[in-house]
C-alpha cells in the first residue's frame, strides 16, 4: 500500500452506524483487505483533521449468488469502525 489515501476506499453509511454517530461518535468506512489499525488511525487523522481515540476492524466474508445455474462468489471486504474524541465531527455527506 502506497499511500494514506488508498487505505479508505468509502464511508460506510448505514442506520446501524448512523446511530452509533449520534450516541458514541463512532464512523464507518470501507478500507482496504491490506491495511492495518495504524494505517486506517493515520489515514482517518490525515484526511479529516481529527484525534482518533479507537479502531475497529472487520472482515466480511463473500457471500454466495446464484446466477440461472451457476454459483457465484462476491469478494470478501474490510470495515472499520472509528471512534474520534468528543467534540469533533465528519463531514461525510458535504456536496450532498
Known amino acids: 500500500m502506497s499511500s494514506l489515501k488508498d487505505v479508505i476506499v468509502r464511508p460506510l453509511i448505514t ?17 482496504d483487505l491490506r491495511s492495518n489499525k495504524n494505517r486506517i488511525r493515520e489515514a482517518v487523522e490525515w484526511l479529516y483533521k481529527v484525534k482518533v481515540i479507537d479502531v475497529k476492524t472487520m472482515i466480511n466474508p463473500g457471500k454466495l449468488r446464484r446466477r440461472k445455474q451457476r454459483v457465484l462468489k462476491s469478494s470478501k471486504w474490510k470495515k472499520a469502525l472509528v471512534k474520534i474524541e468528543s467534540g469533533q465531527k465528519i463531514e461525510l455527506l458535504k456536496g450532498v
Open 15 to 31: 442506520e446501524k452506524v448512523s446511530n452509533a454517530t449520534d450516541d458514541g461518535n463512532v464512523y464507518g468506512f470501507y478500507v
